[in-house]
C-alpha cells in the first residue's frame, strides 16, 4: 500500500479540482476559497470548458459545477462524465440556487455526488468536499486491493494446468524445463510456504524402526517414542 | 423584500466581511467582476426585453443573481429573483419594471461595497473561518 493511509493534509493537497461557474464573482470567490483551503484549482467558465478539463488527460479528482452554464449545464456534464470509463470517478458537487430545490433530485440522479446551495456557505463546503476526499480516499485504497488481488490471482494462474512430477522422486518439471522440488515450485509461484513435518503412517513405516533399531542395544531405556525427531 | 435603499443598505456589510474574512483586497477584485459581469447581463436581459426572449431574460436574471448574492445583498437578490421567474413563466408583462428595480438595486449594491471600500475600517466581525450567515 502507499502512503495514503487516512484522511490527511497531504492527501487534501494534492487533490485537484475543478470550478465551473459562468459567473466570474462566484467563480473568483470559490476559486479564492478552494485555493485557501489547499486545492490546486482549475477553472471553467461555461459548460463546454468543463468538459473539456473533464474529459482531458489530466483529469481532476473533485469537480464543483454550477447548475446552470451556457452550453452544457451541471447535470448534463455529471451524465457525460458518468458515462466515462474511469477507475475512480471525478466527484462531482452540484451547486444550485435555492429556489431550484427540486432541481437536486434530478441532479443527483443525473450522477452527481453531492450539492450545494449557492451563494455556498464555507464551512457546509468545506465538510462536503472533506466528504469527497473521503469518498475519493476509500475508491483509492479498494483499487489497490483490486490490484494485490488481482496479481495474486496472476499468480495462482501459474498453478493452474499440467504439471509433469516424476513418479519416483517426486520433482515436477516447470515451464523452463527443470525439475524441481515441489516445495520450491510452489514457494515460486504461491504465497504458500511450507513446514516439514511428518505424517502418522509416514512415521509409522520410516521412522518409528529407525528409532526401535536406535534403542535396541540400550535395553531399558523408556518413553523412547516420545522422541522428537 | 425591496428595501430600495430607503435608509436600509443594501449590503449586509458585516455579513459580508465575515464571509471574505475581511480581505479588502478582494472584495475591491469582486466588486470589478461584478461590474463587468453585471453590464453585460443587464444588456442581456434589456435585449432579451426587446426581443420577447423569456428564456435569455430568465437565463441572465438567474446568472446575475448567483454573482449578486455574493455581496450578501438580499435586495438586490430578490429583485433578480423576480425577473428570473417572469422569464421562467414566460410573461414579460411586469419585466421592463422589474428590470429598473433591478438596475436600482444594483446601483445600490455598488454604492454600498464603494462605502465599504472608502470606509477604511475593519468591518471584520467574527473569527476568520467563523462564517455563520445572519
Not at chain 1, 191 to 213: D, G, T
Amino acid at each position: 500500500m502507499t502512503g495514503r493511509a487516512g484522511f490527511g493534509e497531504e492527501f487534501q493537497q494534492a487533490m485537484r479540482i475543478l470550478i465551473a461557474d459562468d459567473d466570474a464573482v462566484s467563480r473568483r470567490l470559490l476559486e479564492r476559497t478552494l485555493q485557501d483551503w489547499g486545492y490546486e484549482v482549475a477553472i471553467a467558465r461555461d459548460g463546454a470548458e468543463a468538459w473539456a478539463a473533464l474529459s482531458g488527460e489530466d483529469r481532476p479528482q473533485l469537480a464543483v459545477l454550477d447548475w446552470m452554464m451556457p452550453g452544457l449545464d451541471g447535470p448534463e456534464l455529471c451524465r457525460r462524465t458518468r458515462a466515462m470509463d474511469a477507475q475512480i470517478p471525478v466527484y462531482v458537487i452540484l451547486l444550485t440556487a435555492r429556489a431550484e430545490r427540486a432541481d437536486v433530485v434530478a441532479g443527483l440522479e443525473a450522477g452527481a455526488d453531492d450539492y450545494v446551495i449557492k451563494p455556498f456557505d464555507k464551512a457546509e463546503l468545506r465538510a462536503r468536499l472533506h466528504v469527497g476526499a473521503r469518498v475519493l480516499q476509500l475508491q483509492l485504497s479498494l483499487a489497490d486491493r483490486v490490484r494485490e488481488l488481482e496479481d495474486a490471482l496472476s499468480k495462482v494462474k501459474l498453478l493452474q494446468g499440467l504439471l509433469p512430477i516424476c513418479a519416483y522422486c517426486k520433482r515436477v518439471r516447470d515451464d523452463r524445463n527443470y525439475w524441481q522440488q515441489v516445495e520450491n515450485y510452489v514457494t515460486d509461484r504461491s504465497a504458500a510456504r511450507f513446514s516439514h513435518s511428518i505424517c502418522p503412517s509416514c512415521y509409522e513405516r520410516e521412522v518409528r524402526p529407525q528409532l526401535e533399531e536406535l534403542a535396541a542395544p540400550a535395553a531399558g531405556r523408556e518413553g523412547r517414542n516420545d522422541r522428537e525427531c | 423584500m425591496s428595501v430600495e435603499g430607503r435608509g436600509v443598505s443594501a449590503v449586509d456589510a458585516p455579513a459580508l466581511m465575515t464571509r471574505l474574512e475581511g480581505d479588502r483586497e478582494l472584495l475591491a477584485e469582486l466588486l470589478e467582476l461584478f461590474g463587468t459581469d453585471a453590464e453585460a447581463l443587464l444588456a442581456s436581459i434589456t435585449k432579451g426585453l426587446a426581443s420577447s426572449d423569456a428564456p435569455a431574460v430568465h437565463r441572465a436574471a438567474h446568472t446575475l443573481k448567483g454573482a449578486v448574492a455574493n455581496f450578501c445583498a438580499p435586495a438586490a437578490v430578490a429583485a433578480a429573483v423576480a425577473l428570473e421567474s417572469a422569464g421562467r413563466n414566460g410573461d414579460l408583462s411586469d419585466a421592463p419594471a422589474l428590470l429598473q428595480r433591478l438596475r436600482r438595486e444594483i446601483d445600490a449594491v455598488f454604492a454600498a461595497v464603494g462605502r465599504i471600500l472608502a470606509s477604511g475600517t475593519t468591518l471584520r466581525n467574527g473569527k476568520p473561518g467563523d462564517d455563520s450567515r445572519p
